[in-house]
Every structure is written in C-alpha cells, then in structure tokens.
C-alpha cells in the first residue's frame, strides 16, 4: 500500500453551471436593448414634435408657418436640420425657430423617463402615450402664442378616445370607458362654460377641446381622478401667476394661458393613481 501513488484528482466545474453563466450573460445585453429601445424610439419623435410648434406657434388667423421668419428658408421634414434639431436655429441666417433650443428634447425625454418608470397597464400607457405626443407641442404653442390649434388638440382627443376603446375591449369593459367619455364631455364643458359666461376672462375653447382627451384619461380611473388633475392644473397656475404678480412680470388684468397647467395637471394626477 505504501508503494501505491496517489492520484491527484483535478475538481472541475460542472458544464452546466458555464452554459447557465453564458445564457445570462447573454440575456444581460438582451434586456439593456429591450429596455431602452422604447426610451430612444420616443426620442427619434423630437423632431417631428418640434416640427408641429414651429408650424402652429402662429397668431390666430394667421397661415401655419412653413419657413424661417426672419430669411424665408423652408423649415420642413424635408428640410428638418438644425432648424428641427436640439439646436434650433436656421440654417440660412441662424435665427431661432420654433420653441427654444433642446426645450422639446428635454421635455420628451422626461416624459418618457416618467412612463417608463410609472410602467402603468399598456392599454393605458398607449393612449397616455398618444395624447402626450400631441399635448407636449400644443404646450409650448400655448406658451408662445396663446392658442390651442384644432389641428392637435382634435386628434389628440379623437385617438385618446379610440385607444381606451380598444383597451375596454380587451379586457377592461366598458364601464371605465363609459365614465371616461362622461367625464371628458363634463370637463370640456366646464371650461367652454367659463369662456361662455365669463368671456377673455374665463378658459378658452382651445383648453376645452384639451380637455377631451385629457379628461377622458382621467376619467378612466374614477370620478375623482378628473377633479383631482383640474385641482393640481389650478393651484400650479395660481402660483405661477402669483409670482408673476410678486415679480411685477404680469398685471392683474394679464391673461395666462392654462394649456401647460392642464397637461402638467393631468400627468401629475395619472402619476398619483398609477
């Protein structure tokens, strides 16, 4: 026995533990693409986004714009850089076209931040998604010019609607979309009612034709989720306008407009019920 060797005996690692470590390895990259795809894919939309305020942010009456207004350069998705890039400038003289540069950029990606952290049921996300495409431009026309064109905010109602129809019948039903279509109407008649009754100093028709797809994304989740974003939209603009008076940047008799309010009112109330 004493003359037997000893064998030295080599311990290895099981294959299947390597093939497992490669497969997740694999996954890892997978997923990183899958996640963020969907954020960059939003972000390939700034342009076209930007595109709709340089056309609509025109005074009322006048025709949508097509070109720089200081040389007359086309500014189109034919013609779309740098006038519809982050830096938004003509390319012909370098005037500034359109809302201020990288604002639209980093508006869109900060929608998208919060959806893709909110991750709320798809049927939603898609028509939350469809009607922010549409509301971020018609923010920034609101600031600029003080007008909600038809042009976007008839869209962005008309698919909003369409959208939650598909999710109530895809599981959903239809009492949620039924009490989203109620309090949309009921929201866009409260605002067509001030402007009625109270003239330039009550809500515009253009927030009233907002407030269809606006209300009807909120109506979706109860009958006080619309109350609650309409209160979130008054008090952001109640202290925005009382820092203006403060400041002496605007007069009592200034008018504001309420379009941004009530896009940051209705995100802000989805947020709370997601």
Same mark, same amino acid.
């Given at each position: 026995?004493?003359?037997?060797?000893?064998?030295? #005996?080599?311990?290895?690692?099981?294959?299947?533990?390597? $093939?497992?470590?490669?497969?997740?390895?694999?996954?890892? /990259?997978?997923?990183?693409?899958?996640?963020?795809?969907?954020?960059?894919?939003?972000?390939?939309?700034?342009?076209? !986004?930007?595109?709709? #305020?340089?056309?609509?942010?025109? /005074?009322?009456?006048?025709?949508?714009?097509?070109? +720089?207004? @200081? +040389?007359?350069?086309?500014?189109?998705?034919?013609?779309?850089?740098?006038?519809?890039?982050?830096?938004?400038? +003509? =390319?012909? +003289?370098?005037?500034?076209?359109?809302?201020?540069?990288?604002?639209?950029?980093?508006?869109?990606?900060?929608?998208?931040?919060?959806?893709?952290?909110?991750?709320?049921?798809?049927?939603?996300?898609?028509?939350?998604?469809?009607?922010?495409?549409?509301?971020? /431009? !018609?923010?920034? #026309?609101?600031?600029?010019?003080?007008?909600? /064109?038809?042009?976007?905010?008839?869209?962005? $109602?008309?698919?909003?609607?369409?959208?939650?129809? !598909?999710?109530?019948?895809?599981?959903?039903? @239809?009492?949620?979309?039924?009490? $989203? $279509?109620?309090?949309?109407?009921?929201?866009?008649?409260?605002?067509?009612?001030? &402007?009625?009754?109270?003239?330039?100093?009550?809500?515009?028709?253009?927030?009233?034709?907002?407030?269809? =797809?606006?209300?009807?994304?909120?109506?979706?989740?109860?009958? &006080?989720?619309?109350?609650?974003?309409?209160?979130?939209?008054?008090?952001?603009? =109640?202290?925005?306008?009382?820092?203006?008076?403060?400041?002496?940047?605007?007069?009592?008799?200034?008018?504001?407009?309420?379009?941004?309010?009530?896009?940051?009112?209705?995100?802000?109330? !989805?947020?709370?019920?997601?």
């Amino acid at each position: 026995m004493r003359g037997r060797s000893r064998r030295l #005996v080599r311990v290895s690692r099981p294959p299947a533990a390597t $093939a497992v470590e490669s497969r997740t390895d694999h996954v890892r /990259p997978e997923r990183f693409r899958t996640r963020w795809s969907r954020p960059l894919a939003v972000l390939a939309l700034a342009p076209l !986004l930007r595109y709709a #305020v340089a056309r609509h942010a025109v /005074p009322p009456g006048a025709a949508r714009r097509s070109g +720089c207004d @200081a +040389c007359g350069a086309p500014v189109g998705l034919t013609h779309p850089w740098p006038a519809l890039g982050p830096r938004a400038r +003509c =390319g012909g +003289c370098a005037a500034r076209v359109g809302a201020p540069p990288a604002a639209v950029e980093l508006t869109v990606a900060a929608v998208a931040l919060v959806l893709l952290l909110a991750r709320p049921p798809a049927g939603e996300l898609i028509a939350t998604a469809w009607w922010l495409a549409f509301a971020v /431009p !018609l923010l920034f #026309v609101d600031v600029a010019v003080h007008r909600l /064109p038809d042009r976007l905010t008839l869209p962005a $109602a008309a698919g909003t609607w369409l959208l939650l129809g !598909l999710a109530a019948l895809a599981g959903a039903g @239809a009492a949620p979309w039924l009490r $989203a $279509a109620a309090a949309a109407l009921g929201l866009a008649l409260f605002f067509a009612a001030t &402007t009625l009754l109270l003239g330039a100093r009550g809500f515009g028709i253009g927030d009233a034709k907002l407030a269809l =797809g606006a209300g009807a994304l909120l109506g979706w989740y109860g009958w &006080t989720v619309p109350l609650l974003g309409l209160l979130i939209a008054l008090t952001l603009s =109640g202290l925005v306008a009382l820092a203006l008076l403060v400041t002496r940047r605007a007069a009592w008799s200034s008018h504001l407009p309420f379009g941004p309010y009530l896009v940051l009112g209705t995100l802000g109330a !989805l947020l709370l019920v997601w």
